[in-house]
T-cell receptor, first 113, second 110 residues
Framework: TQLLEQSPQFLSIQEGENLTVYCNSSSVFSSLQWYRQEPGEGPVLLVTVVTGGEVKKLKRLTFQFGDARKDSSLHITAAQPGDTGLYLCAGGDSGGSNYKLTFGKGTLLTVNP | NAGVTQTPKFRVLKTGQSMTLLCAQDMNHEYMYWYRQDPGMGLRLIHYSVGEGTTAKGEVPDGYNVSRLKKQNFLLGLESAAPSQTSVYFC?????????FGEGSRLTVL
């Protein structure tokens, strides 16, 4: 069973601060996805990274996939209250299937105005 | 454009009752999934389907059954509900591996 550990579990910061959320595993994943979930809604995909060492930027969000494809990080610059939510990482099956994902338990981010 | 629609959104059951959650997607996706989300446990895969007429067990399948008679629909059934099945259930679908989720169905079993 592939496991994904996310840290920290909870994070409360002030508007304008920077933060990094981590997603780690002892297993290799074929891809790594990040989702954001707001209260009362389903998760929404933010990004997919598939190549070891890959870095993707989405406005103030920077995503990185580790060289060994076992870990990933999400960095948010100048956080805003609208960034508040549960951030979930999900790894694609190392057997090659991207269609069966393993989810981490999530990082609950609160950005205070 | 509805995407993934789950019904009902809320339901309260008594222990031992049965019910079915319906998931419908209008994106012609091959793959569909049922997850449950519990505090501190993240999203756990219950059952999934790789196409019409096929189903497979996920991480926590016990106490649940599923059917995919039509490509656009994926049904999750509880034959005899237990308090441990109190949770928020999410349906998702995909064609490329990137999941589209419904808004969730909150089930309480008393």
């Amino acid at each position: 069973t592939q496991l994904l550990e996310q840290s920290p579990q909870f994070l409360s910061i002030q508007e304008g601060e920077n933060l990094t959320v981590y997603c780690n595993s002892s297993s290799v994943f074929s891809s790594l996805q990040w989702y954001r979930q707001e209260p009362g809604e389903g998760p929404v995909l933010l990004v997919t990274v598939v190549t070891g060492g890959e870095v993707k930027k989405l406005k103030r969000l920077t995503f990185q996939f580790g060289d060994a494809r076992k870990d990933s990080s999400l960095h948010i610059t100048a956080a805003q209250p609208g960034d508040t939510g549960l951030y979930l990482c999900a790894g694609g099956d190392s057997g090659g299937s991207n269609y069966k994902l393993t989810f981490g338990k999530g990082t609950l981010l609160t950005v205070n105005p | 454009n509805a995407g993934v629609t789950q019904t009902p959104k809320f339901r309260v059951l008594k222990t031992g009752q049965s019910m079915t959650l319906l998931c419908a997607q209008d994106m012609n996706h091959e793959y569909m999934y049922w997850y449950r989300q519990d505090p501190g446990m993240g999203l756990r895969l219950i059952h999934y389907s790789v196409g019409e007429g096929t189903t497979a067990k996920g991480e926590v399948p016990d106490g649940y059954n599923v059917s995919r008679l039509k490509k656009q629909n994926f049904l999750l059934g509880l034959e005899s509900a237990a308090p441990s099945q109190t949770s928020v259930y999410f349906c998702a679908s995909t064609y490329t591996g990137e999941l589209f989720f419904g808004e969730g169905s909150r089930l309480t079993v008393l």
